[in-house]
């Protein structure tokens, strides 16, 4: 299978290297800074451009196209593609509707629910992917991909449920990974480093995982101990960013377990 990748971020890296290793052929990457292309082809292969017409006419004989680029850039590379273009076209947004791509004879939508760092490794087999495609044609391109992936964590989805489940994935991943970085900030002057919390953060997404997570919520709010979030409060009062936001996520705590 040949394919070419639009973007050169986390997500694109990762794909495409995952792709190379199960054996897939890459045409052409494009970004556009011709360096950060460049970059990603030296990995993967294929013509690093930074022009979309020469994107188009590298990967017009491509298999399979894969938009991974900013959901506020696809649909202006969708709106430059040539109204002839043959190969099946995938994006791999978790929040950007399928119709998107709507005047492309075949194409669908590979979400791959996982954060991705360049400089991290993902074992792609445990990643699940929520797909989507408008033709038997796409549907089969989209499966030889998470086959040459090593996937088998394979689920087919609505634009507006695939929404939702990123909705959960930015609640569930990257408001959490803000909390660290908050509850880092709290423990500033204290002599106590982040890596401290580390039996703390592991026990509690153990017990998430094993039961609906509001069975499990401990805390102050849960319990109404407001003697305890009181001097919490005090101890805030020269971060105001960080008592609002104590006292929103106390009341829907304690809103929510009651």
Do not use: W
């Not at 507006?160 to 660290?180: D, I, K, Q, S, T």
């Not at 319990?223 to 009062?237: F, G, I, P, Q, V």
């Amino acid at each position: 299978m040949t394919f070419a990748i639009a973007g050169s971020g986390n997500v694109a890296t990762h794909l495409s290297v995952a792709l190379v290793k199960g054996g897939a052929e890459c045409v052409s990457v494009y970004s556009r800074s011709l360096a950060h292309a460049r970059v990603l082809a030296e990995k993967v292969g294929g013509e690093a451009v930074d022009e979309l017409s020469a994107f188009f006419e590298c990967a017009s004989d491509a298999d399979v196209v894969i938009l991974s680029i900013t959901d506020n850039a696809i649909p202006e590379v969708v709106e430059e593609l040539p109204g002839d273009f043959s190969p099946v076209v995938l994006h791999t947004s978790g929040s950007t509707p399928m119709d998107v791509l709507g005047d492309i004879p075949d194409h669908g939508v590979l979400y791959p629910m996982q954060t991705f760092s360049k400089d991290r490794d993902v074992v792609m087999s445990e990643v699940p992917f929520f797909v989507e495609y408008n033709t038997v044609h796409a549907a089969d391109l989209i499966h030889q991909v998470t086959d040459l992936l090593g996937t088998d964590k394979v689920q087919e989805l609505s634009s507006e449920n695939r929404m939702r489940v990123h909705l959960a994935a930015v609640f569930g991943c990257n408001f959490v990974n803000h909390f660290y970085a908050l509850a880092d900030e709290c423990l500033e002057g204290t002599g106590v480093p982040f890596e401290a919390l580390t039996p703390l953060l592991r026990e509690t997404l153990r017990k998430a995982l094993l039961a609906p997570p509001a069975q499990v919520q401990t805390g102050p709010a849960v319990r109404n101990d407001t003697l305890t979030m009181d001097r919490h409060l005090k101890l805030l009062e020269k971060q105001p960013h960080l008592a609002q936001l104590y006292k929103i996520l106390s009341a829907s705590i304690h809103e929510y377990n009651h």
